[in-house]
């Protein structure tokens, strides 16, 4: 059945070369953890790929019950801890899915780093990395306010701090990251939300796209 | 190994199992994520509780709309919001109490809400019409009579419950 579905389109639109471009492809000996154990280390890409997918479909699922204001934020999110089935285990997911994403990154940063596999040719992907480091980053720090608690408040308070310590432009860099010069509030709190599910995902895409292009184009680096 | 054919080849064997493993993986996923997005579907429909709406003497032949407030909880949201009925005494002296929403699409109806059919419930948005008993008049867009509600009296005063289905089938009055 499945065959068939499958056969009846690829007849049409010809997908086989477009799925195999994308799944099928040589893995040197040196990174298969079955030849040489130690190339697990190599796992640590792919891994952090697979909690950011968790991290996106649990966020997704999140905004279906989290609203973004400040008289709803905690309640809606209390509401879906305590009386939404899995509720727990969702926003767990997302809770732990963050603190993971970024162990992995480092990881990953780590392998990369010390086999020295950002050397040329891959000069640019390893910016690319540095890239998508900076934005995983800023999805945690931008989606710790959204519990709108205790914690997360004063986290955002001293995030600001710390953009308002910037030479000249710290003070608009406060204004512009808080919606308001003074009150943390009702506007950072759209703000974060905005950019945490809209701007930096997109920004995330599209600079996963390119690593993962330029990582097929160029190849995984060689052997040590 | 045996004289019959292999039946499942390696490439098979792993294809399946990766198949198996990674399914298995996505299942264990998106389960929570799933049965968390359709809760709302799952959860039991609580009934409504009586409440006091007016007192038994204001009620006349003449259907008049009587407010009450309720206490909604709506998830993460609680807030007063107002129901109201169409309530008279039929010439049985029975009293009748019909519920405003219009069985076409939701709107409110109001008894002699348009004076060319000072007798009847009159819907607005698409002109549907209602009998006194509450049947739609035939020809017009509602296609089931107004819900009634369920009622009590006790120690003179109305109380209001569930809407349920109107029974009535000729249109009185």
Known sequence: MLQKIYDWIDDRVDITPLWRDIADHEVPEHVNPAHHFSAFVYCFGGLTFFVTVIQILSGMFLTMYYVPDIENAWRSVYYLQTEVAHGQIVRGMHHWGASVVIVMLFLHTLRVFFQGAYKKPRELNWMVGVLLFFVMLALGLTGYLLPWDNKAYFATVVTLEIAEGVPFIGEMAKTLLNGDPSIVGAQTLARFFAIHVFFLPAALFVLMAIHFIMIRKQGISGPL | ?173
Not at chain 2, 17 to 45: C, E, K, N, W, Y
Not at chain 2, 123 to 140: E, F, I, W
Request: proline content about 6%.
């Open chain 2, 1 to 173: 190994m045996s004289e019959k054919k292999q039946q499942v080849s390696r490439r098979q064997f792993l294809n399946y199992s990766l198949t198996g493993v990674g399914g298995f993986m996505a299942a264990s996923m998106l389960a929570p994520m799933v049965r968390f997005a359709i809760d709302p579907v799952l959860q039991a429909a609580g009934g409504e509780d009586m409440h006091a709406v007016v007192d038994v003497s204001e009620i006349t032949e003449e259907p008049q709309r009587f407010d009450w407030t309720v206490e909604q909880v709506d998830a993460w949201y609680t807030s007063d919001v107002t129901h109201s009925a169409w309530v008279y005494k039929d010439e049985n002296d029975e009293i009748v109490a019909l519920s405003p929403t219009c069985k076409h699409l939701g709107c409110a109806v109001n008894w002699a809400g348009n004076p060319d059919y000072p007798d009847q419930f009159f819907c607005p948005c698409h002109d549907g019409r209602y009998y006194k008993n509450g049947l739609n008049v035939p020809d017009t867009p509602p296609n089931a009579a107004l819900d009634l509600f369920e009622f009590e009296v006790k120690d003179g005063t109305l109380y209001l419950g569930n809407v349920k289905e109107n029974p009535v089938q000729e249109g009185g009055a």
